[in-house]
Nanobody, 127 residues
């Protein structure tokens, strides 16, 4: 059974940093892209960042570009999201995801490119 376990969320003041981690297990993930989406209260889930299997391609939402950095380690089936210069608008539940179609057959910002999702981790940024 595939599992994605996120960690690293919490409460931080505006301007601070957090680093989210997500470890995937349960099958082989060769050629799978990994990504992060988020959902704020009363809003739809939105794309944050994604990284291809090789790590050679990344994609970011415009609202986080220059502040967030995504990286991965395939030997550990782990993806990280380094979040700097956090803003109150970044407050949301952050979801890790992994999928075979993102980058290869679909836009990495599209949820349909992903196959498995984590339970989410809360990030709260106070002003």
């Amino acid at each position: 059974q595939v599992q994605l376990v996120e960690s690293g969320g919490g409460l931080v003041q505006a301007g601070g940093s957090l680093r989210l981690s997500c470890a995937a297990s349960g099958r082989t993930f060769t050629f799978y892209a990994m990504g992060w989406f988020r959902q704020a209260p009363g809003k739809e889930r939105e794309f944050v960042a994604a990284i291809s299997w090789s790590g050679g391609r990344t994609d970011y939402a415009g609202s986080v570009k220059g502040r967030f950095t995504i990286s991965r380690d395939n030997a550990k089936n782990t993806v990280w999201l380094q979040m700097d210069s956090l803003k109150p608008g970044d407050t949301a539940v952050y979801y890790c995801t992994i999928g075979a179609r993102a980058f290869r057959y679909s836009d990495p910002s599209a949820p349909t490119g992903y196959d498995y999702w984590g339970q989410g981790t809360q990030v709260t940024v106070s002003s």
